[in-house]
């Protein structure tokens, strides 16, 4: 058993066709104001934020809404971008306090209504989640649910985005040391309630 | 090297399947694997749970692109952007006159009235902690993490404590 090797944070035929970081040019057009630099900003970031987005909210028109709201705040706030962090951090920072505030909102908003039943996002045409069955996705996801929003929040971005314990240190603004914590015990209750589940997640997919 | 124990194998398990322990510790941890089926179960389970985790991820729906450009354009249309614009240009530009202002009466004194040296100095600092506070959000989260990098076993101390900071 040996330390998992590093991986590329997205895999499929949409990332060979964009950069993972943004060109200091499309930056300084995002700051004046210019929509087709936020395109391309999205075209580069967006599956990335959507992917933390869903991991936080488990629901498919909350994670649209939450995505297009932290690419707005990001238009609007590009000037506040220094350069002295890498801009995906940045905008990693801005997706997961965004995130964090509409998963409470969302909670408050669940309290009142109970009815409804989680949506489940629609697997994408990728032949890398073929692996993994649509039930048992959703399932995952639900039971992420389960886990308090910071650590649920910690372990997306480490699984899903694959930051560094430095990276998630820079992006959720606490010591590596919090990071580290968060994401043991996020990965012992999450363990814990995969056992406890009657759904076959332990079962090869 | 003494072999680990397993309850500090199964607190470093985490940090190590993510890459992050030091080159020996995983070296010591491997070898309390080599010799501990339990642990080695436990192992396997988490990394597991990691790809599970992992694959979960989906990609943004068709469409959620041009939405987010509309939306970007009908907010810089509205005139509720102009008024931000201006309240957020505001204590820039006040900044920048004050800063004119400033090195005029110090380009100018026999035309001026003596500024004194205090106010001028106050004026520039200012100036100064304005840029300064803009780098400092950046770079503030990180002081914890660079003081325990320079202290490895800082970190290690930590997980094993299991403490959140």
């Known amino acids: 058993m040996s330390p998992q090797p590093p991986r590329a944070r997205r895999t499929g035929a949409e990332e060979s066709t964009t950069s993972s970081e943004a060109s200091e040019d499309v930056l300084d057009r995002l700051r004046a104001g210019d929509i087709a630099a936020l395109d391309e900003i999205y075209r580069v970031y967006g599956d990335r934020i959507f992917g933390v987005c869903f991991g936080i909210l488990a629901n498919r028109a909350d994670a649209e809404d939450a995505t297009q709201e932290v690419f707005l705040r990001a238009f609007q706030q590009a000037v506040k971008f220094s350069g002295k962090s890498r801009y995906s951090t940045w905008l990693l920072r801005l997706a997961a306090n965004h995130t964090l505030n509409f998963a409470k909102a969302v909670k408050r908003r669940k309290r009142v209504s109970r009815a409804l039943p989680e949506d489940v996002a629609s697997p994408a045409p990728d032949p890398d989640h073929a692996v993994i069955g649509r039930e048992r996705r959703a399932a995952v996801v639900r039971l992420l649910q389960e886990l308090p929003p910071e650590q649920r929040l910690t372990l997306v971005l480490r699984e899903i985005e694959g930051l560094s314990y430095f990276e998630l240190s820079e992006v959720l603004g606490v010591p590596v040391g919090t990071v580290t914590s968060r994401l043991i015990r996020g990965r012992e209750k999450l363990r814990a309630l995969v056992t406890d589940s009657e759904s076959d997640l332990l079962a090869p997919g | ?165």
């Not at chain 2, 309850?7 to 992050?20: R, Y």
């Not at chain 2, 106050?122 to 503030?140: I, K, P």
């Open chain 2, 1 to 165: 090297m003494s072999t680990m124990d397993c309850l500090t194998t199964q607190k470093l398990l985490s940090a190590m399947l993510d890459g992050e322990l030091p080159s020996d510790l995983t070296r010591s941890v491997e070898r309390h694997l080599n010799q501990c089926s339990r642990c080695t179960e436990e192992a396997e389970e988490l990394r597991f749970l990691s790809a599970i985790v992992r694959e979960a991820g989906t990609r943004a729906p068709v469409g959620l692109g041009a939405r987010i450009s509309c939306s970007a354009r009908d907010t810089q249309q509205s005139p509720a952007s102009w008024t931000a614009a201006l309240a957020a240009a505001w204590p820039r530009a006040a900044a920048v006159l004050v800063g004119a202002a400033s090195v005029a009466l110090i380009s100018f004194p026999l035309r001026s009235a003596p500024s004194s040296p205090v106010e001028t100095r106050t004026t520039f600092n200012l100036l100064a902690f304005e840029s300064q506070a803009e780098l400092d959000l950046a770079g503030s989260f990180g002081e914890d993490f660079q003081a325990l990098a320079r202290r490895p076993e800082g970190l290690l101390l930590h997980i094993l404590s299991g403490g959140e900071r």
